[in-house]
């Protein structure tokens, strides 16, 4: 019996990546999963039959676009009607857009503060109630080192990262009665097929080889000058479902090789 048996995860973003790891730790520990997110049907379906078969749970994809509130609002009723309860809230989905303030095009602003802030705050406002009903939940929100220190030309990122930290503590402080914890996680850069299809591009704009690219560029803010890993994210995740993180509520844990400590 794992230690999240009978319980289910929601995680928003999950059909690759950091979201991906998170589900399959969840279902590791015995939570069916709700995952979410975009891709194409064939490379979903070979993830979501992956998680049942390697884990023996169940897993369930809900497509909800994350800037749609009715449609993250049938997500989460979604886990509840498949499996009688929303447990465990992950909100991940995340974009990115680079741009100088003054030339950054309104819709992106509009899409990223959509789906990297105010995604989450529909997706809480959804569990909360069963949450509180069965008298247990976790809900853990992906932030980013941008959540504590900034960059330029990432207004939009970095607003909503800042965001979601200040959204988490004050979720957490109206469910600490209620043996429900509210964190984040506030990863570096984290080794992804995203950061990895970024290098090409980089190598060119910057006239670069890979190496440079991934030394100079991308660990040149981790003094550690390693990736953080997708599993070491998704294990301080379960962590935080555990038990002995019962009195972590309103934390945000850097997970960024030391980026946001010089």
């Not at 509210?182 to 950061?195: D, E, F, H, K, M």
Request: aromatic share 6%; with cysteine; hydrophobic share 45%.
């Amino acid at each position: 019996m794992g230690t999240l048996s009978g319980k289910t995860a929601v995680v928003t973003g999950s059909t690759s990546g950091i979201g991906l790891a998170y589900a399959r730790a969840f279902a590791g520990a015995g939570a069916n999963i709700v995952i979410n997110g975009f891709g194409a049907p064939a490379d979903i379906e070979k993830e979501r039959s992956a998680i049942e078969k390697d884990f023996g749970v169940k897993a369930v994809h809900s497509p909800a676009d994350m800037t749609k509130p009715e449609e993250i609002a049938e997500m989460i009723a979604l886990g509840e009607k498949t499996y009688g309860s929303v447990d465990i809230l992950v909100n991940n989905a995340g974009v990115q857009f680079v741009s100088p303030i003054e030339e950054f095009p309104i819709d992106k602003w509009n899409m990223i503060i959509a789906i990297n802030l105010s995604s989450a705050f529909h997706s809480i406002r959804a569990a909360v109630p069963g949450m509180k009903k069965r008298g247990w939940g976790r809900i853990i929100n992906t932030a980013s080192a941008h959540s504590l220190v900034a960059s330029p030309f990432k207004s939009a990122y970095v607003s909503a990262k800042h965001g979601i930290a200040g959204l988490t503590k004050a979720v957490a402080l109206e469910l600490a009665t209620h043996k429900i914890t509210a964190n984040c996680i506030s990863p570096g850069y984290v080794w992804t097929p995203l950061v990895e299809k970024q290098i090409p591009d980089t190598m060119k704009a910057r006239g670069m080889t890979k190496e440079q690219v991934i030394n100079d560029v991308m660990l040149d803010a981790q003094p550690t000058k390693e990736f953080v890993t997708v599993e070491q994210v998704a294990a301080l995740a379960l962590f935080l479902c555990g038990d002995d993180a019962a009195q972590i509520t309103g934390a945000n844990l850097s997970i960024d090789g030391g980026w946001t400590a010089a």
